[in-house]
């Protein structure tokens, strides 16, 4: 089962001892952009689409930000494009296209699964462009360098590189039963894993019973990594674990979820069959729904 985003066919470029391989691939007429337009992707409409645009795409760009030459997909360049926001609304009207968000891109397998890890690749980049024009360490304006993965300060001399946030996500299991919580913003009926970010000096295991402590007030013993998925939202890696709970007793940071409970084998296959009458599992995107079908099966 592929996990939402984690599939990608980028053989990325390094442009190390290249200055120029940004502005050689917005040059080639076959490059293709994949454009977004604040943090909404524009794609071809088809069955199923692409985010892959021709380069003429730019022609009709009324004005773009940074650009990013991300690699090679499918033995085709690959420039990443930022637009302003208002830009989604000039194609929302033309049936060639398809303007909408992210999340609903592959909820609805509106491109090809190596397309989705594509996107990923781009609104995460895109997006540390835009929140790091200034820098942080003198406060002077950055500028774009190494095609995008990377962007220098002219007043200090830092450089600075794009980052992901690592976030734990972990299936607690004790016997033949597990864990899940659910926070308001979820759908209805959905309950998940819980998940947090990783603290500064601390290991994936560490931060795996700290969560699940913090939220559940459930003790955690071994933990072990399963899997991993990018989750460009804006820039996440959720790093999939699977922890033997040590207590069963449940209290409940209300800050931090509605609600928590232990569920037995045959809630989570009802659940994840889509026949329980009061629970649902998360959507098959999500690496949480992974965590539980490999629970399922162990």
Not at 45 to 74: N, W, Y
Not at 105 to 127: F, N, Y
Not at 212 to 232: C, D, I, M, N
Not at 243 to 270: C, K, N, P
Request: contains cysteine.
């Amino acid at each position: 089962m592929a996990i939402g985003f984690a599939t990608n066919h980028l053989v990325r470029h390094t442009a190390e001892g290249d200055p120029e391989a940004l502005a050689h691939a917005i040059a080639d007429a076959k490059t293709a952009m994949v454009v977004m337009a604040g943090d909404i992707p524009i794609l071809l409409t088809g069955q199923p689409g692409s985010s892959l645009l021709p380069a003429s795409m730019l022609e009709r760009l009324p004005d773009h930000k940074e650009q990013v030459f991300l690699g090679i997909f499918a033995g085709q360049k690959v420039v990443a494009t930022l637009a302003s926001p208002e830009t989604a609304d000039l194609f929302r009207a033309d049936p060639a296209f398809t303007v909408t968000d992210l999340r609903s891109i592959a909820t609805q397998g509106l491109v090809r699964p190596e397309e989705l890890g594509l996107l990923a690749t781009t609104k995460s980049v895109l997006d540390w462009h835009s929140r790091h024009r200034f820098c942080a360490n003198c406060g002077a304006p950055t500028s774009l360098a190494h095609a995008g993965f990377r962007r220098d300060c002219s007043a200090c001399g830092t450089q600075h590189f794009p980052r992901t946030d690592p976030v734990v996500i972990m299936l607690i299991a004790r016997d033949d039963k597990c864990l899940l919580g659910r926070q308001p913003r979820f759908a209805e009926k959905v309950y998940s894993c819980l998940a947090g970010f990783l603290e500064p000096g601390e290991t994936i295991e560490d931060a795996v019973r700290r969560e699940t402590f913090e939220e559940a007030g459930v003790h955690v013993g071994e933990v072990r990594y399963l899997a991993s998925q990018p989750w460009p939202f804006p820039s996440s890696l959720m790093i999939g674990c699977i922890g033997e709970a040590l207590s069963d007793e449940i209290v409940i940071d209300e800050a931090e979820l509605q609600d928590a409970r232990w569920f037995t084998r045959d809630d989570v296959r009802r659940m994840l069959d889509g026949t329980h009458e009061h629970y649902a599992a998360p959507n098959p995107i999500a690496i949480a729904h992974y965590l539980l079908r490999e629970w399922m099966r162990s």
